[in-house]
């Protein structure tokens, strides 16, 4: 599976963005969808799975909301209400395990940049 996310981007504290992951080679639907994000100088951090149900981090509880469309191949996370701290690589990975450890998941993307600006 090759995942391919888009609609990273500058915005301003508290501004709302979409993130986009496509998918070929594959089918998603048997698979657990994630999003995770890089800051500089930090480790990769878990933000979003996305299975029979959903989960998410502390972090973006509330504020982010994970998406999918097995049909259309795709998985989105709806980001809203953005800080500083969300500045970051988001990227999309699909496994056969709900989990937060990024070691469990086997098909990642390339990454998409979000910075918000205060």
């Known amino acids: 599976v090759e995942l391919v996310e888009s609609g990273g981007g500058l915005v301003k504290t508290g501004d709302s963005l979409r993130l986009s992951c496509a998918a070929s080679?594959?089918?998603?639907?048997?698979?657990?969808m994630a999003w995770f994000r890089q800051a500089p100088g930090k480790e990769l951090e878990f933000v979003s799975w996305?299975?029979?149900?959903?989960y998410y981090s502390e972090f973006v509880k509330g504020r982010f909301t994970i998406s999918r469309d097995n049909a259309k191949n795709t998985v989105s996370l709806e980001m809203s209400n953005l800080k500083a701290e969300d500045t970051a690589v988001y990227y999309c990975?699909?496994?056969?395990?709900?989990?937060?450890?990024?070691?469990?998941?086997?098909?990642w993307g390339q990454g998409t940049q979000v910075t918000v600006s205060t």
């Open positions: 996305s299975g029979i149900g959903t």
């Open positions: 080679g594959g089918s998603i639907g048997p698979y657990i």
């Open positions: 990975a699909a496994g056969t395990r709900s989990s937060v450890a990024p070691n469990l998941y086997d098909w």
